[in-house]
């Protein structure tokens, strides 16, 4: 029995951070119970909310993030909705692309779909100090890239030939996902820039301007208030550990140093 004073609920996952596979990062480890628990409570409303903040990172995570929400939506027939708070960004902005609408504010960082590796060059460094480096590796190409040897062109042009393949298949599923609503000037939506949500919205990237109050408002009626679920954060030594600034930065920097990143 239904009583005159509930208050209809509005589930809303919330995704969050730098995405990576690491230990209190966005990963799909750390959020899958929450979308579990997300789309368990969506069953009756049929409605599930989104709300993202994220620069981006792995492609991998991304990818299986947005994978693990299309299924369970499929599957259980929750329309999915996404708010982009200050940043949605490229991995983030995949995120995005999982649900069926995306809103967004006026000024909020939008789209970057492109895809991104970096690292340094030491071979100079280390010659001129005279430091030896002594490799062993079975297998032609197992060192790719070796910041501590001169670059190679066919390194160079393997590696581009894998973030252009990573292109494309972020444009595919921003395609497959915006569909119509996507302008016809593509070089403008899949350059590897940032924008506005304002101009974002022109572009079709978004469908308009709402924060979490508002969405859930719209969804659930004026009465409806958000049941907030968010990924649990790492316990005891590593949540230790994963507050040191420094940590974090070098586990980013290895990330982006070894895959393909969307940023």
Same mark, same amino acid.
């Given at each position: ?38 789309? =368990?409570? /969506?069953? &009756?409303? $049929?409605?599930?909310?989104? +709300?993202?903040?994220? #620069?981006?990172?792995? !492609?991998?995570?991304? @990818? ?73 590796? =079975?297998? /032609?190409? &197992?060192? $790719?890239?070796?910041?501590? +040897?001169?670059?190679? #062109?066919?390194?160079? !042009?393997?590696?581009? @030939? ?102």
């Amino acid at each position: 029995m239904k009583l005159p004073f509930a208050r209809p609920k509005i589930p809303v996952v919330q995704l969050r951070g730098i995405i990576a596979a690491r230990p209190g990062m966005l990963n799909l480890e750390g959020c899958a119970p929450a979308l579990a628990r997300g789309f =368990a409570l /969506a069953k &009756k409303s $049929r409605k599930l909310v989104l +709300a993202i903040e994220s #620069p981006g990172g792995s !492609a991998t995570q991304s @990818d299986l993030i947005g994978q693990r929400i299309r299924r369970k939506a499929e599957a259980e027939k929750i329309e999915v909705t996404a708010v982009i708070g200050d940043l949605g960004a490229s991995g983030g902005y995949w995120l995005a692309c999982a649900a069926d609408r995306i809103y967004a504010s006026r000024l909020s960082i939008v789209g970057s779909i492109g895809v991104v590796t970096e690292g340094f060059g030491f071979s100079e460094f280390i010659a001129r100090h005279g430091i030896e480096r002594r490799t062993l590796t =079975a297998g /032609a190409h &197992k060192r $790719r890239n070796d910041m501590f +040897a001169p670059r190679q #062109p066919e390194d160079t !042009a393997f590696t581009q @030939d894998l973030l252009d393949e990573v292109h494309e298949m972020f444009k595919d599923w921003v395609r497959a996902r915006r569909g119509a609503k996507l302008t016809q000037d593509e070089s403008q939506i899949f350059d590897g820039g940032f924008m506005l949500g304002e101009r974002a919205k022109t572009l079709g990237l978004i469908d308009g301007f709402a924060d979490v109050e508002q969405v859930v408002r719209e969804l659930g009626g004026e009465k409806a208030k958000p049941v907030w679920l968010r990924p649990r954060p790492p316990r005891g030594l590593m949540r230790l550990i994963l507050r040191n600034t420094v940590e974090a930065a070098l586990d980013v920097a290895e990330e982006r140093a070894a895959t393909p990143i969307l940023r």
